[in-house]
Each structure stands twice: as C-alpha cells, then as structure tokens.
C-alpha cells in the first residue's frame, strides 16, 4: 500500500473515526484504526463492536492494500504534522506503516487488517432517505433524555418509529420523558420500529455536519443493526434488544394551568436557580402566579435553596391561564431541555405538585418533553 493524502483531511477524519475506538479492550486490533484502500480512496475505520465508523477521504492511491495502527498514536501523530502532503507506505512483510510529511518521517507497528473485524455493509436501495438538518434536530431534542445507567439498557436508547411518511423519536431515563416527531419526504412501505444507542444518534448528529444532504439509513436483515450513510461517511450500531416503556400512558390528557414564558428568560432564570440547587438535589420550585385583577402580569417564581450555599430567587413575567400552583421539577432537567427549543416561547403545562408537567414549543406540536414533579422539602 502506498498513499499520498492531504494532513487535513486525514485529521479530520481521524477525530471523527477515533470516537469509536475501544479505549479499554481485550482485543488490542479494537485500539486501531483500519487503514485501507477502497475503490480509488482511502477508508479509515474503527469499532468497538457496539458502534463502528468509517470515513472515505479522496487520495493518490499509487499502491492498494490495509493495516491497522494504534489510533491514538497515529490520531496524535497526524495532527503534528504540518499542512502538507502525506506519504503513507506499508512494509507488508513486518507491518510497519511509514509516515512522511514535510521533514518529517515516522514508522508505526501496525496489526494485520484481516484481524479487523467485519464492518457490515448497507444495501442503500432499501433505505430510508432521511433530511439531515431535521434528523439532527430530532436527535438534539430527544437523546439528552436516555438514561446513561447501564442497568436498564432499554432506556439507554431512542425508540425510533416509522409508518408511511411519519417518523417519531423518544427517550426516557424515568424521570422524563422527550418525544419528536416529523414526516419525511419519502414515505415507507412497513411501518418501522427500533430502539437506537442514544450514544449512536449523539455520535451520528456530531459528525454529519449540516446542510441539505441526504442520510440513508438501513437495518440490515437478521444482523439486529442499523447503519447510517452517507458519501463519504458511515455510522453503524448494535441495536438495543427490549420492550421500551410506554411513555404515552403517562402523558396526562389534559392540563388545569397553561402557562407561557420567554424561552430564553425562563432558561436564564434556570441557570441562575441551578447554581444553587446543583450543590443539593437540584430541586426548584416553580410558584405559578396567574394575572390579578387589577391587571398586574402573570409571574413564575423559581427558587432555589441549599444548606451548604444558600438560597435563590428569580422571577419570570408569564402569561397564566388557569389556577395558581407550587410545584417543584429538577432544574437540570428544565435547562437540559430549554436548551434545545428552538421556539420564542414555550408553553408550561401543569395540573398539580404530584403530576407530570409538559413543555412544549409555542406553535409546534411536533416536540413535547414530560417532566416529573420532585418532592418539596
């Protein structure tokens, strides 16, 4: 193998395959990155089995073939080197890759690539083609609220569902809920359901980028996996195996106070009220004070108070319809989710201290994140 490839683009590519690397593995080949030859460009490709990444990034292939090198060494070492040239050529007979660049040359151990494992492959023509810009959008919203402990591998994951020309995405860690849905621009035949890593979709949203590109994503038959591609970009994962909860039956059906807010007011006020709660139990407490008679404005309280801190305050103007309530939500969990609205405004819903709360973005029905209420000391 002898390649000749531009440093930043093999960086950039690097820092986007090294995610899915195995920093701790019995298999010392899942600490590589697979370099490889492929149709006219070079792949990079890593794995830990769970999640696998591969890039194609266009070079002068003056001799084919692949090897496997330790990624952080190769990550780190490319990144050294200067914006110029890169000579990669492979001794096959000890497995050593050797770097040039510049005045620069290093010669790297590598592992023979057939010790790599397998990177399955995406039949794209049973695809479903999907907007990137909506698709990291609906990650955005919804992937912050999967549970991070492994003990419940269910709720680590998005339920995905597809049917005709729907799509929805939701996730859970039992304390609150986040749900988004959309249609895509081609509808499928067979309705569609699996459970995704959280992991794989924050991964998948970091490394696409934006504009007006075309994601196709395939569940390859009997491999329990879904894969994500793109040209010169392929996301692949294990798929989560397991009946996710259904979050729809705790969603109350209706709501006694409707209170409107300034999205960015109300996050302000979150973060303030956050900076006290965090050294306790990140408790807040939410007084809804509907408009008076004599024409003052609605207003929410948001107080916080800690032992070893002390105490907060903050009021928002609201606009309140219905009765006036003291509850208390985690306030990590309010500015988690304030954070992705993308609105003006957002709609608080309530019914009383010990049921379920709902945000949701003024004029679109599309997001609606649930809350639960905490217990007020």
């Not at 549970?147 to 799509?167: F, N, Q």
């Amino acid at each position: 193998m002898k390649v000749n490839v531009k440093q930043q683009q093999l960086a950039h590519s690097l820092s986007m395959v090294s995610r899915a690397v195995s920093p701790r593995s019995t298999l010392p080949v899942l600490s590589n990155i697979l370099i490889k030859t492929d149709k006219g460009r070079l792949r990079l490709s890593a794995t830990n089995l769970e999640l696998g990444i591969t890039c194609w990034i266009g070079a002068r292939i003056e001799g084919e073939g692949a090897i496997t090198v330790p990624s952080r060494t190769f990550t780190d070492l490319v990144s050294a080197l200067p914006n110029e040239q890169v000579i990669m050529e492979l001794d096959n007979s000890t497995q050593t890759l050797n770097v040039r660049c510049g005045s620069s040359e290093t010669n790297i151990k590598g592992i023979d690539a057939e010790e790599f494992p397998p990177i399955p492959e995406p039949n794209l023509e049973e695809g479903v083609h999907l907007s990137i810009t909506n698709f990291k959008e609906m990650v955005q919203q919804v992937a912050f609220a999967a549970s991070t402990d492994e003990a419940r591998p269910v709720l680590t994951g998005v339920l995905l569902k597809m049917d005709g020309d729907h799509i929805s995405m939701a996730a859970t860690d039992g304390f609150r809920i986040s749900i988004r849905e959309d249609t895509i621009s081609n509808p499928i035949e067979k309705p569609l359901e699996a459970i995704i890593p959280a992991r794989a979709l924050v991964e998948l949203a970091r490394i696409v980028g934006g504009g007006d590109k075309t994601l196709i994503m395939t569940f390859p038959p009997d491999r329990g996996q879904v894969i994500f591609h793109m040209d010169d970009l392929e996301l692949a994962s294990q798929l989560i195996e397991g009946s996710f909860p259904d979050y729809r039956a705790i969603i109350p059906p209706k709501f006694k106070t409707h209170t409107l807010l300034s999205t960015a007011g109300l996050l302000k006020a979150c973060k303030q009220a956050e900076i006290i709660a965090r050294e306790g139990t990140n408790v807040a407490r939410l007084n809804i004070i509907p408009e008076t008679d004599d024409a003052s404005p609605g207003t929410l309280e948001i107080s916080a108070q800690s032992e070893q801190t002390g105490t907060s305050e903050v009021l928002v103007d609201a606009s309140v319809d219905g009765l006036p309530l003291l509850v208390a939500f985690n306030v990590r969990f309010l500015r988690e989710v304030l954070e992705v609205v993308k609105a003006d405004n957002v709609w608080l819903e309530t019914n009383a201290a010990n049921t379920p709360g709902m945000l949701h973005p003024q004029g679109d029905d599309n997001f609606k994140h649930i809350i639960m209420p905490m217990h007020m000391a």
